[in-house]
Nanobody, 120 residues
Framework: VQLQASGGGLVQAGESLTLSCAAS????????VGWFRQASGKEREFVGA????????YYADFVKGRFTISRENAKNTVYLQMNSLKPEDTAVYYC??????????????WGQGTQVTVSS
């Protein structure tokens, strides 16, 4: 499966942004999909993930209540809705997918990143 993340941009603190992760080459609905981010000079960190069968979501503590992951299988797309953005959310965001469920989540397939910049 090939992944394409998009939707990044420059926003002000408190605003919202929705990232998309579009898949091609395979039936995306049968994959677990996660989002990660990497700020400049820092290690990549897990943001959240959505599983399939059953569909459930889980998030890193620092985004709980602000970020929501959803999927639209008909469009082979997973979304990351980000609300109440903070300057510390500035990072390159990546989506990743796997057929197997790993705990902690890890992706076997990765998309290129999309830059999110939050100004104060």
């Amino acid at each position: 499966v090939q992944l394409q993340a998009s939707g990044g941009g420059l926003v002000q603190a408190g605003e919202s942004l929705t990232l998309s992760c579009a898949a091609s080459g395979s039936t995306f609905s049968s994959y677990h999909v996660g989002w990660f981010r990497q700020a400049s000079g820092k290690e990549r960190e897990f943001v959240g993930a959505i599983t399939w069968r059953p569909t459930s979501t889980y998030y890193a503590d620092f985004v709980k209540g602000r970020f929501t992951i959803s999927r639209e299988n008909a469009k082979n797309t997973v979304y990351l809705q980000m609300n109440s953005l903070k300057p510390e959310d500035t990072a390159v965001y990546y989506c990743a997918a796997s057929r197997n469920f790993y705990s902690p989540f890890r992706g076997d397939y990765w998309g290129q990143g999309t830059q999110v910049t939050v100004s104060s």
